[in-house]
C-alpha cells in the first residue's frame, strides 16, 4: 500500500511539473522581453561619435496589445539614433494595421530602416503597402539597398539585402556605393552569411562590412538546457548572439515574437541595443568601383 502511495505523489509531482512547464512556456516566457546590450569597435570610442541603434526582429505582431505598447514605450526610453526591423514584422496580410499603430508609438523623429524576412513573403503581405506604411513613420525599407546615415561628421552605410525566401543581391545593393569606414550589413536570415558567392565574397573584402544583423531563428524558440531540437529553414548552424570571424561578425536576436507554436523556453524575447563608436572618415581609404 506504501508503494502505490509513494508512486502516486510522484506520479502528481511529475504532472504538476510538466503542467507549470507548459504553463511557463505558452503563457509566460513568451510574454516577456529584455534589452540584451552591446558595445562596438570600443577601440575607437569617443562620446561624441558613438551611434546608438535598435533592432527589432521577428515581431510576428498579430495585434497591437499590451505587450506590444511596452516593446515601443522601452525602445523610446532607449532613445536610440536609428531603429532597425531585421524582418518578419508581420506574419499575416491582415495585419497591418495592427503594425501600424505599432509604428504610430514609436518617436516619428527617430530615423528606422527595415528589411523583409521569409513571414512577408509567406503570408503574402502587400509589400508595397508595407513600404508605404513604413515611409510614413520616417522608416525606409531595404531591399537589396544601401543608406547612408549621417551623424555629424561621421558616416554610417546601412545595407539591407533581401530574405532568402526572395532574392538577395548584395552586388546591386552596393550598386554606385562609396564605402565608407562604417558599414552594416542587415539580413533577415543567418545562413545568409554562408551563402555568399564568390563575387559577393569579393565585395566584401573590399567594402569591408563590420558587422552583420539577423534575426529569423527565435533562438530555436524551445531550448532546453542549451539543447535547441528545431530551427526554422535558412538558420544554417546559428542559433543566437554572436557569431565573430570570417567573413563578417554577425549577430542574431532571439526576436519578440513567435510563430507556428506560440511558446518560448529557454529563449526569453529580446530587444538588440547596440552602442556603435563610428570611426572617422580618414580612417578608410579603399576605393571600389562596380
Request: proline residues 4%; positive net charge.
Amino acid at each position: 500500500m506504501r508503494f502505490f502511495k509513494k508512486k502516486r505523489y510522484i506520479i502528481i509531482a511529475i504532472a504538476t511539473l510538466i503542467a507549470a512547464i507548459l504553463f511557463y512556456a505558452f503563457s509566460i516566457e513568451p510574454n516577456l522581453f529584455v534589452v540584451t546590450e552591446h558595445r562596438l569597435n570600443l577601440e575607437t570610442a569617443v562620446d561624441r561619435s558613438r551611434l546608438k541603434l535598435v533592432q527589432i526582429s521577428d515581431l510576428h505582431l498579430k495585434k497591437f496589445d499590451d505587450r506590444a505598447r511596452k516593446i515601443a514605450d522601452k525602445v523610446n526610453q532607449l532613445q536610440s539614433n536609428i531603429i532597425l526591423f531585421t524582418g518578419d514584422s508581420i506574419d499575416k496580410a491582415e495585419q497591418l494595421s495592427g503594425f501600424e499603430q505599432f509604428l504610430s508609438q514609436l518617436d516619428r523623429q527617430t530615423t528606422k530602416y527595415a528589411i523583409l524576412g521569409n513571414w512577408e513573403y509567406w503570408a503574402g503581405v502587400d509589400l508595397t503597402a508595407l513600404k508605404k506604411l513604413y515611409t510614413t513613420y520616417n522608416c525606409r525599407l531595404l531591399v537589396n539597398e544601401t543608406a547612408l546615415y549621417k551623424q555629424g561628421d561621421r558616416q554610417l552605410l546601412i545595407t539591407g539585402v533581401d530574405d532568402l525566401v526572395g532574392k538577395p543581391n548584395l552586388l546591386a545593393s552596393l550598386q554606385k556605393i562609396e564605402p565608407q569606414p562604417n558599414h552594416l550589413l542587415l539580413a533577415h536570415s543567418p545562413a545568409y552569411r554562408d551563402a555568399f558567392s564568390p563575387a559577393e565574397l569579393k565585395i566584401l573584402s573590399a567594402y569591408q562590412p563590420q558587422y552583420m544583423l539577423s534575426g529569423h531563428t527565435h533562438g530555436g524558440q524551445l531550448a532546453f538546457f542549451g539543447f535547441v531540437p528545431l530551427r526554422p529553414p535558412n538558420s544554417g548552424n546559428y542559433v543566437s548572439g554572436w557569431y565573430r570571424g570570417s567573413p563578417i561578425s554577425l549577430y542574431v536576436s532571439r526576436g519578440l515574437g513567435v510563430s507556428v507554436l506560440p511558446a518560448r523556453i529557454g529563449t526569453v524575447p529580446e530587444i538588440s541595443y547596440f552602442e556603435w563608436s563610428l570611426k572617422s572618415q580618414g580612417s578608410y581609404c579603399v576605393c571600389y568601383r562596380l
